[in-house]
Nanobody, 114 residues
Framework: QVQLVESGGGLVQAGGSLRLSCSASGSIISIYGMDWYRQAPGKQRELVARITQGGDTNYSLAVKGRFTISRDNAKNTVYLQMNSLTPEDTAVYYC????????WGQGTQVTVSS
């Protein structure tokens, strides 16, 4: 059974940084692309970053230039480095596989204070 566990969230002031981690068990991430999503209160879950199996990356316009997605296949882990955070980045952050979406993890809460 595939399980995704996100970690690294927290409370940070505007302009600060956080690094999120997503570890996967029950599957090998190296054969998939991986995505980071976020869901703010009252809003739909949105895709913010993707890294393909080959290492190509894509970002939403809202985070491009501030967030960096990376992967460590040896650790079966994908990361999201978030810099220059703003209160608009406040959300629960989730990871998942791409293109095949598996069961969602619990996510990790990111709260950015102004």
């Amino acid at each position: 059974q595939v399980q995704l566990v996100e970690s690294g969230g927290g409370l940070v002031q505007a302009g600060g940084s956080l690094r999120l981690s997503c570890s996967a068990s029950g599957s090998i991430i190296s054969i998939y692309g991986m995505d980071w999503y976020r869901q703010a209160p009252g809003k739909q879950r949105e895709l913010v970053a993707r890294i393909t199996q080959g290492g190509d990356t894509n970002y939403s316009l809202a985070v491009k230039g501030r967030f960096t997605i990376s992967r460590d296949n040896a650790k079966n882990t994908v990361y999201l480095q978030m810099n220059s955070l703003t209160p608009e980045d406040t959300a629960v952050y989730y990871c998942n596989f791409w293109p095949i979406i598996r069961d969602w993890g619990q996510g990790t809460q990111v709260t950015v204070s102004s």
